[in-house]
T-cell receptor, first 116, second 115 residues
């Protein structure tokens, strides 16, 4: 595998379900991100992790719970979601700020989530 | 506050023609970075090109070039010799100021390449 991978690619869940999104990067980066992309809305940053530590929580509801066990893996745990949470969830990685080598973010293919 | 503006919701271009996608930005920083991403219907955001504010030359990557006009605060993407596979959403983004690697995205331009 190369680049940034995300699983599953598609997910349908009920409002009472618990599910997790997984992201893995093979680029040797040490910063990872979760974004939400809803129809007709700009890309919204949700969480940022630098060296496994969460450095940004963009006022995301607690029904979204991120986990970053190491610099290569990032999870987004979902529980009791609402229909308005249906969106494309994108993961990205980059070098952490000030680490050199550029800070360009590279994205995964996304998970299309539908909450019924 | 920093802001990215893409005024073209959608554009058409004929195959093999060149097309310019507009992007203007607002920042009070002297040092900043500008990015363009392509998002096909499959969803993945694909990095295309980067321009640093202190770069004296416009960035180029294959058929992509960035027309950077610092005084006008514009960073337009030029795609030469358009191909059918170029049909996608295109997003302009800027790195936020300060000790962060967060990006601010524009609303995007949908490009349709016609045969």
């Amino acid at each position: 595998e190369t680049g940034v991978t995300q699983t599953p690619r598609h997910l349908v869940m009920g409002m009472t379900n618990k599910k997790s999104l997984k992201c893995e990067q093979h680029l040797g980066h040490n910063a990872m991100y979760w974004y939400k992309q809803s129809a007709k809305k700009p890309l919204e940053l949700m969480f940022v992790y630098n060296f496994k530590e969460q450095t940004e929580n963009n006022s995301v509801p607690s029904r979204f719970s991120p986990e970053c066990p190491n610099s290569s893996h990032l999870f987004l745990h979902l529980h009791t979601l609402q229909p308005e949470d249906s969106a494309l969830y994108l993961c990205a990685s980059s070098q952490a700020y000030g680490q050199g080598g550029g800070e360009t973010q590279y994205f995964g293919p996304g998970t299309r989530l539908l909450v019924l | 506050a920093q802001k990215i503006t893409q005024t073209q919701p959608g554009m058409f271009v004929q195959e093999k023609e060149a097309v310019t996608l507009d992007c203007t930005y607002d920042t009070s920083d002297q040092s900043y970075g500008l990015f363009w991403y392509k998002q096909p219907s499959s969803g993945e955001m694909i990095f295309l090109i980067y321009q640093g504010s202190y770069d004296e030359q416009n960035a180029t990557e294959g058929r992509y070039s960035l027309n950077f006009q610092k005084a006008r605060k514009s960073a337009n993407l030029v795609i030469s010799a358009s191909q059918l596979g170029d049909s996608a959403m295109y997003f302009c983004a800027m790195k936020e100021s300060g000790a962060t690697n967060k990006l601010i995205f524009g609303t995007g331009t949908l490009l349709a390449v016609q045969p």
